[in-house]
C-alpha cells in the first residue's frame, strides 16, 4: 500500500509512460500484479501489443495506448480518457526515456531538442495533465518521476541527458514543495537507477560488470548491488515500489551512488 491515507476502496489505478519495455514494462506489469488497473503508454506499439494481454491477466480493465509522450494534447487526452473511466489516478510513473551518447559539440540541434522533448516534455506533459486531477480526486496518489544517477552527476558524451534528467529532478523537488504546501495527498519521488539491463543501459555506453547475453535473473534480491552492477528491470521495479512505500523521495537502484553524488556535487562546490 502506498503510505499514507488508506486508498479509496474502488480498484487503483497506475499510468506508466515509456511501457513497452525496461523498467517502464517491469513497473507496469509489477504494478498489475500489485491490483492495479494499468494503463501503459509508449510510441512502441509492438512492445506494447505484447505487453497488454499480460496485463489484462491481472485486470480485463488495463489497456496501452500508443502515444508520444512529448506531444502534450495526446498527454491531455489520455488524462481524459483514464479519468472519464475510472475518476482516479493513485500511481502516474513519468518514465519514458531516450539517450544519446555524443560529446555535447557533436550533437545537433535537432538530437538535443528530440532529447528535450521526450526527457524534459514528456515529464512536464505528464504532470500537467494528470496531477490537477489528481489533487482534486480525494483518494491518495504518488507521482515517480524517473531521472538517474546523471540526476546529480554528469559524465562524458552523455551532456543532453544529464542536462535533461538534472532538469528532470529541479521539477520534481518544486513540485514534491508545491504539492506540500498546497496540502495535497501526494508522495513525490525521483526514481535514480543505475546499470539496469535495458535499451537505454545499451545505448548510453555505460559497461555493466555482469552483463552478458541473456535477461539477468535477480528478482527478489535485497541487497545492494555494486555500482557497475546491472540489475534486472523486475528487480528495479521491485526497489521503485519499497521506495513508494517507504515514502522515499530519491529512489537509487544503487545506493552507493549516493556518497559518489554527494562527493562530486562537494568537490563542485569547493567543500
Known amino acids: 500500500m502506498i503510505k499514507g491515507k488508506a486508498m479509496s476502496k474502488s480498484t487503483p489505478t497506475a499510468v506508466v509512460?515509456?511501457?513497452?519495455?525496461?523498467?517502464?514494462?517491469?513497473?507496469?506489469?509489477?504494478?498489475?500484479?500489485?491490483?492495479?488497473?494499468?494503463?501503459?503508454?509508449?510510441?512502441?506499439?509492438?512492445?506494447?501489443?505484447?505487453?497488454?494481454?499480460?496485463?489484462?491477466?491481472?485486470?480485463?480493465?488495463?489497456?496501452?495506448?500508443?502515444?508520444?509522450?512529448?506531444?502534450?494534447?495526446?498527454?491531455?487526452?489520455?488524462?481524459?480518457?483514464?479519468?472519464?473511466?475510472?475518476?482516479?489516478?493513485?500511481l502516474l510513473f513519468n518514465n519514458a526515456g531516450m539517450v544519446v551518447n555524443k560529446p555535447v559539440l557533436?550533437?545537433?540541434?535537432?538530437?538535443?531538442?528530440?532529447?528535450?522533448?521526450?526527457?524534459?516534455?514528456?515529464?512536464?506533459?505528464?504532470?500537467?495533465?494528470?496531477?490537477?486531477?489528481?489533487?482534486?480526486?480525494?483518494?491518495?496518489?504518488?507521482?515517480?518521476?524517473?531521472?538517474?544517477?546523471?540526476?546529480?552527476i554528469s559524465g562524458a558524451g552523455l551532456g543532453s541527458y544529464t542536462a535533461t534528467k538534472m532538469a528532470v529532478r529541479g521539477i520534481t523537488e518544486t513540485l514534491q514543495q508545491e504539492l506540500a504546501e498546497k496540502g495535497a495527498d501526494i508522495?513525490?519521488?525521483?526514481?535514480?537507477?543505475?546499470?539496469v539491463d535495458t535499451p537505454i543501459l545499451a545505448g548510453s555506453g555505460l559497461i555493466a560488470d555482469n552483463l552478458e547475453n541473456g535477461p539477468?535473473?535477480?528478482?527478489?534480491?535485497?541487497?545492494?548491488?555494486?555500482?557497475?552492477?546491472?540489475?534486472?528491470?523486475?528487480?528495479?521495479?521491485?526497489?521503485?515500489?519499497?521506495?513508494?512505500?517507504?515514502g522515499d523521495f530519491a529512489i537509487f537502484t544503487h545506493p552507493s551512488y549516493k556518497p559518489v553524488c554527494q562527493a562530486l556535487i562537494n568537490a563542485t562546490l569547493g567543500l
Open 17 to 90: 509512460t515509456g511501457a513497452a519495455s525496461g523498467i517502464g514494462r517491469a513497473i507496469a506489469l509489477l504494478a498489475a500484479e500489485r491490483g492495479h488497473i494499468v494503463i501503459a503508454v509508449d510510441k512502441d506499439q509492438q512492445g506494447l501489443m505484447s505487453l497488454e494481454p499480460e496485463l489484462q491477466t491481472h485486470n480485463a480493465k488495463a489497456f496501452c495506448r500508443t502515444i508520444d509522450v512529448s506531444d502534450a494534447d495526446q498527454m491531455t487526452a489520455l488524462a481524459d480518457e483514464v479519468f472519464d473511466r475510472f475518476g482516479q489516478v493513485n
Open 216 to 246: 539477468i535473473d535477480d528478482a527478489g534480491k535485497t541487497e545492494e548491488p555494486d555500482l557497475m552492477e546491472a540489475i534486472s528491470p523486475r528487480r528495479c521495479a521491485e526497489i521503485v515500489f519499497r521506495g513508494i512505500e517507504a
Open 106 to 152: 557533436e550533437q545537433s540541434v535537432e538530437t538535443w531538442q528530440n532529447v528535450v522533448n521526450v526527457n524534459l516534455m514528456g515529464v512536464v506533459n505528464g504532470l500537467l495533465a494528470f496531477v490537477p486531477r489528481m489533487i482534486q480526486q480525494g483518494s491518495r496518489a504518488h507521482i515517480v518521476n524517473t531521472g538517474s544517477v546523471a540526476s546529480f
Open 187 to 195: 508522495g513525490v519521488s525521483i526514481l535514480c537507477p543505475g546499470p
